[in-house]
């Protein structure tokens, strides 16, 4: 019986037939042509797919805090650095295909950083007017960096290898570590003072909308479970307020790099 | 402008010999002047002061560490007959590491009288009561001493101190006879919570104060201090100061100077508690001193004990005291003048007079007589007199140069003493002490018996040899010229002083064993031939002293 061979509606059904497949798909075939085993088409794309990685964030995110606080009737003034140019980062995500190769997905992730903060204080002399005494340390700081992407999709399936692109505002929520006193110890004369700690607070910042634009790539061991890697830079300014700080402006967000399970159904 | 006739606050100060000294004579008076610094002298002195300890001739009365030199320790001996102190013999030994490197002293030789007293404490303090006007409080016990006498003889006494409207006196008591043998005017004057509180000083400079929260207030109590330093506000009430130093009465918390808030309207317990603040500090730092007895005593002013505007109706003795002078009394207690209100001016001078609180050298004057009380208990009277007050202008000075930018404007470091207060000019003057009447050379010392013998007269001849190790220059009268160690270095001269003055003089020394014991001090600190050493062998022997 002789076997006809056609195009699916959804694509391309046999793999030998891959040099017949439309033009608009050159993008795939060039992509899966990267990787031995080249991926071929699925029969049918699924309609949901859903991800799950871990991975870092890496930006160029500082946190300078510079404020003043009432030692001895003049004022202090304490500095405190703390780098968030490296964070830990989980996220998930579900894609759903609307039409064609355009779906719509949402993305949460958590990025956070243990670090120290380099804090500084310039501590009053208690006899003196203008004789401050110069002290720094360190002290622990956590930021925490919960997000929501709202994403449009634009993907790009393969028979193993699939690839999203997609773009999209994005909602940040940053819960930070920051400093709002530094506690240190003196003995007469008191000419020199030495840093003991310093005083802290979490603060949460008010939802900041974003940005974030990225990709993810696939490799599917089977129609609905692979594994994959994402890239993803997004972007947002939050305010953050804590007890004797001005209002400290921030940067959240970064070039997300991760890697984990992917499902497809 | 008004005019008021006072007396110069130096002047003021009389000694009164009330009786004759030296009767009944049973031995000679003999001061041995001790110092040995020399290999062969000290190795006969370390004998005789060890066999007069064992023989219960000397007595430790205070064994301290070089706080300078490690391994240093300094012993400080009181002479005693028979159980009894004899008054102005003493001996302070320096050992390095066990080895005796200075002896100074003044020991009293052919010591004999019985030392069995005819009169009770009580009959002596109804003798003081009756001769100053002052009963004593129950803490105050007249001290049996051995007198020397300054003509020859040694006489039995007790010694009480009293304080009244001229200042405190010390009385020395025939304690046989009941005779008033000496009677010396001892003021060593100028001529809660722990918070900051603010204020403008006296001459509108803005400071700091260590002070405390107490129920809601502020009061002049210092706490972050080592020692206790309080300062009270007397609020004009004369006869509580009074009573208070003659321990009828005790000052309380309401009497300490206040303040609603921290920031503190009232200039002059301003100044006075900050600048006894500052005087504490530089004792500390430059020297490692604790305080005037070196254990962190506790520190007391007083300020306001009269009213400005009282000075009319108030007698030439409160205004000679209480108006135009500040005054170390004793243990730790002090107390500012009042100076004079605007438009007032001293007759003989021109010079207005500010609150003694104004003045940092003033200040600084006035405790380093406690630390003197508290080291060398240097006589008040005659040589030891004006080493006693030479010192504190010396300290005074110092401390001002510690603290203010070298200068010759207000609250700036210069040589002047008081200059912030008696202005213009001051009341002595370091660099050149003719210019405000003060001997420069000894051939011109004051010999007469006016200010305890001219002791503050004659301290210009010290505190300006202490000037030029520093500064250089050449003596007026002298004409000889010193090659002092330099502004810059300031600092050696002041612990070459401090060293000298506080742990080798001894309690009767002449000008000449303070040449002595400083020449010792800078050999010990800096070395022998060094800079230091030459600046104060220069500088004594410009000034006459050898």
Redesign the interface.
């Known amino acids: 019986m002789r076997r006809e061979m056609r195009n699916s509606e959804c694509g391309i059904q046999n793999s030998w037939h891959t040099f017949l497949i439309p033009n608009s798909e050159f993008f795939v075939l060039t992509l899966a042509l990267a990787v031995p085993g080249v991926a071929r088409a699925q029969t049918t794309d699924p309609r949901f797919y859903v991800s799950v990685n871990a991975g870092v964030q890496r930006s160029g995110n500082n946190v300078t805090q510079s404020f003043s606080v009432q030692k001895n009737l003049e004022d202090m003034p304490i500095t405190a650095d703390i780098d968030e140019k490296r964070g830990v980062m989980f996220d998930g995500g579900v894609v759903v295909r609307l039409a064609g190769r355009f779906g719509m997905g949402f993305a949460a992730s958590v990025v956070t950083n243990d670090t120290d903060a380099n804090v500084t204080a310039s501590v009053p002399h208690p006899f003196f007017f203008a004789k401050p005494r110069s002290v720094a340390g360190t002290t622990p700081s956590t930021r925490r960096e919960t997000a929501g992407h709202i994403q449009a999709v634009y993907l790009l399936p393969g028979r193993r290898l699939n690839v999203m692109i997609f773009g999209g505002p994005s909602l940040f929520s940053i819960r930070q570590t920051l400093v709002t006193d530094v506690v240190y110890s003196e003995t007469y004369p008191y000419d020199t003072a030495t840093f003991s700690s310093a005083q802290t607070a979490s603060s949460t910042s008010k939802t900041a909308i974003g940005f974030h634009a990225g990709v993810d790539v696939a490799w599917m061991f089977s129609r609905s479970l692979g594994v994959g890697g994402m890239a993803r830079f997004a972007r947002a300014q939050a305010t953050l307020n804590a007890t004797n700080n001005p209002a400290l402006k921030v940067d959240a967000g970064g070039l997300l790099v991760g890697g984990g399970i992917r499902l497809a159904f | 402008m008004r005019v008021l006739k006072v007396l110069f606050p130096a002047l003021i100060l009389a000694l009164v010999v009330t009786g004759p000294v030296g009767h009944p004579l049973r031995a000679q008076a003999r001061p041995r002047t001790v110092s040995a610094t020399a290999f062969a002298d000290l190795r006969t002195w370390d004998a005789t002061v060890d066999r007069m300890k064992r023989d219960d001739l000397l007595r430790v009365r205070r064994t301290t560490d070089d706080a300078q030199l490690p391994g240093r320790v300094h012993e400080r001996l009181e002479q005693f007959y028979q159980g009894v102190r004899v008054f102005g013999g003493d001996v302070a030994r320096q050992t390095d590491h066990g080895l005796t490197v200075s002896i100074f002293g003044t020991l009293y030789d052919g010591v004999d009288l019985d030392v069995r007293p005819a009169l009770s404490i009580e009959d002596v303090k109804a003798i003081v009561e009756r001769e100053s006007g002052v009963a004593l409080g129950p803490d105050r016990t007249p001290e049996l001493v051995i007198l020397p006498g300054d003509a020859g003889g040694y006489r039995l006494t007790y010694r009480a101190t009293v304080f009244t409207l001229q200042g405190d006196s010390e009385y020395f008591i025939d304690a046989k006879t009941g005779v008033v043998v000496l009677k010396v005017a001892g003021a060593r004057r100028q001529g809660g919570t722990a918070a900051?509180?603010?204020g403008k000083g006296i001459l509108g400079d803005?400071?700091?104060l260590?002070i405390s929260s107490q129920s809601g207030t502020f009061v002049a109590s210092d706490m972050?201090?080592?020692p206790s330093l309080k300062t009270y506000d007397a609020r004009g009430d004369i006869n509580k100061v009074l009573n208070f130093l003659n321990g009828r009465t005790t000052l309380v918390t309401s009497d300490l100077a206040s303040s609603t808030s921290?920031t503190w309207g009232d200039p002059v317990p301003v100044d006075a508690h900050?600048y006894i603040?500052?005087v504490y500090?530089y004792y500390?730092?430059r020297h490692g001193r604790r305080g005037l007895d070196n254990n962190n005593i506790s520190i007391l002013s007083i300020v306001h004990p009269v009213r400005r505007n009282d000075i009319l109706t108030a007698s030439n003795d409160i205004v000679g005291l209480f108006y135009l002078n500040a005054f170390y009394c004793c243990d730790g207690v002090m107390v500012f003048g009042e100076g004079l209100p605007p438009g007032f001016v001293l007759t003989s001078t021109r010079q207005t007079v500010n609150f003694f609180a104004a003045g940092l050298d003033v200040i600084g004057h006035e405790l380093t007589h406690g630390v003197t009380d508290f080291s060398s208990r240097l006589i008040s009277r005659n040589e030891p007199g004006a080493l006693n007050e030479a010192f504190s202008d010396i300290m005074g000075t110092s401390v001002e140069f510690f603290y203010q930018p070298a200068g010759s404007g207000l609250m700036q470091a210069d040589y002047l003493i008081g200059e912030d207060v008696v202005t213009p000019g001051g009341i002595r003057n370091m660099a050149n002490p003719g210019a405000l009447g003060g001997p420069d050379h000894y051939s011109r010392r004051f010999t007469g018996t006016d200010d305890d013998g001219g002791v503050h007269i004659n301290s210009t001849i010290v505190s300006h040899a202490f000037y030029l190790a520093i500064e250089g220059g050449t003596n007026r009268t002298s004409g000889l010229s010193v090659q002092g160690v330099g502004a810059a270095n300031r600092e050696q001269m002041e612990k070459v002083y401090y060293r000298g003055f506080t742990q080798l003089l001894p309690a009767n020394a002449t000008f000449a064993v303070a040449r002595a014991v400083t020449i010792q001090a800078a050999r010990d600190l800096y070395g022998v031939g060094s800079a230091a050493e030459r600046a104060v062998t220069q500088a004594w022997t410009a000034v006459g002293v050898n």
């Open positions: 900051i509180g603010r803005d400071k700091k260590s972050l201090r080592p921290t900050a603040g500052f500090d500390f730092k």
